[in-house]
């Protein structure tokens, strides 16, 4: 069957994921392939074929729909194919900005943050990308060390919140970076309307496929004061100096 950009959402999906399920690698390599060969952009394949196939993937398995067997299958399959993909796509120069991306332990998170790492590389960003299952004093000292222009925390199950929560907190009250901003990203804040707000962050986006839009069209946009009611108790006994920093961290400000 001839495929076509617009067909692509439809036809391509169905195709696609039986393949992904059993681990027919040869096909679902055909099937990409043959999108890309019709005119369908990398880009849209990542947002629209790859990322939604996982989020499919989770709510099968969670359903009981699909074996944990098949789900492992079809999540490494589906992230080995986002690597070809995001490895033919074009560079732009480089835009003289810095991202980090810390993300979840779970397989989406996983791939929610290498998906956001690459589309920010592609368009000129220098990406830091550090994963899931960071120590949180050694995240925060990342922080300190790279100096990122953007800070995007990626997650999909609320697991995830609680050390985002605290890292946003910590950021926030040694003010190593204050240039920095900090984006919460993924599927936990789309369903948790407001938390991303909550948790004092200065950007919001749904996916990693609108990370990148969102950051560029808000390049000075702060929290306010007020909008952050995570911690705040904790921060309005307002320590001082080398004080709001954990044992064995330096503020970069007070040294």
Request: glycine residues 8%; contains cysteine.
């Amino acid at each position: 069957m001839s495929l076509t950009p617009d067909l692509m959402s439809t036809n391509l999906s169905r195709s696609y994921l039986e393949p992904l399920l059993s681990g027919n690698r040869d096909e679902c390599r055909r099937l990409v392939d043959q999108a890309i060969a019709c005119g369908v952009e990398h880009r849209e394949l990542l947002n629209n074929l790859i990322w939604p196939t996982m989020e499919l993937l989770q709510d099968l398995f969670r359903e009981d729909r699909i074996s944990i067997t098949s789900l492992n299958l079809a999540t490494r399959l589906n992230r080995s194919l986002t690597d070809q993909i995001t490895a033919r796509m074009p560079r732009q120069p480089s835009n003289g900005k810095t991202v980090l991306i810390f993300c979840g332990d779970d397989e989406p998170e996983e791939l929610g943050g290498q998906l956001c790492a690459d589309l920010f590389e592609c368009e000129g960003y220098t990406v830091r990308f550090a994963g899931g299952g960071v120590p949180y004093d050694e995240s925060v000292s990342l922080v300190g060390e790279v100096r990122p222009d953007l800070l995007i925390l990626f997650g999909t199950l609320p697991r995830a919140v609680p050390a985002a929560r605290k890292l946003i907190d910590q950021v926030r009250q040694i003010n190593s970076c204050p240039q920095m901003q900090i984006m919460c990203c993924g599927g936990i804040y789309k369903r948790a309307e407001g938390l991303a707000d909550e948790m004092g962050a200065d950007l919001y986006a749904p996916d990693a496929g609108q990370a990148v839009q969102v950051a560029t069209d808000h390049p000075t946009r702060r929290a306010t004061p007020d909008q952050q009611t995570v911690g705040r108790a904790r921060r309005s006994r307002k320590p001082t100096g080398r004080q709001l920093a954990p044992q064995g961290l330096v503020n970069p400000e007070a040294a």
